[in-house]
């Protein structure tokens, strides 16, 4: 069945079950997984009313943000190894999330991704888009939405 699942993950408490689901779904196949989160690129200048944020700053936000991520992924991490499911985490600066967990699938020759879908209906869909929906329209990877 499958061998290499990624499993996104944004923090969340909908993306914290696909992550259990997805590691159970490994388990059962003998799969091994890649927990990934994408990290968003601080935008290089940042303004406000007359106040430039400078080098040290924009290094602190990426340490930051980067910090944040290792920790979602340590949560899918200890689920993993609750499991007895062989597990590599992947934090990556990604232009945008859908375009980071094609990537990743496509780079660690995962045959599997399975994620978390919101389920935002209507203008919020609209306004936030839907990475589920973008990474189903661009990966050449299975993907399973789980809800």
């Known amino acids: 069945m499958f061998k290499h699942i990624l499993i996104p993950t944004d923090g969340s408490s909908v993306s914290a ?11 059962e196949a003998g799969a091994k997984v890649t927990g990934y ?5 601080v935008p ?3 303004y406000g009313d007359g106040y430039i944020v ?13 910090d944040a991520a290792k920790k979602r992924i340590a949560g899918v991490a200890r689920e993993a190894r609750k499991a007895g499911v062989q597990f590599e985490p992947l ?6 999330p859908y375009e980071g967990i094609v990537e990743a699938a496509k780079n660690r ?5 399975l994620m978390a879908s ?11 888009g839907s990475v589920a929906d ?8 299975p993907v399973l939405v789980y809800r």
């Open 54 to 66: 400078d080098k040290r700053m924009i290094a602190e936000f990426e340490r930051r943000n980067r």
């Open 109 to 113: 020759k995962c045959d599997l991704i």
């Open 44 to 46: 290089a200048r940042l």
């Open 118 to 128: 919101h389920g935002e209906r209507g203008l919020t869909r609209f306004m936030l």
């Open 17 to 27: 079950k696909a992550v259990k689901a997805g590691i159970a779904l490994a388990k």
């Open 91 to 96: 934090v990556e600066t990604a232009r945008t």
């Open 134 to 141: 973008k990474v189903i329209q661009l990966s050449k990877v």
């Open 37 to 41: 989160y994408a990290v968003d690129p």
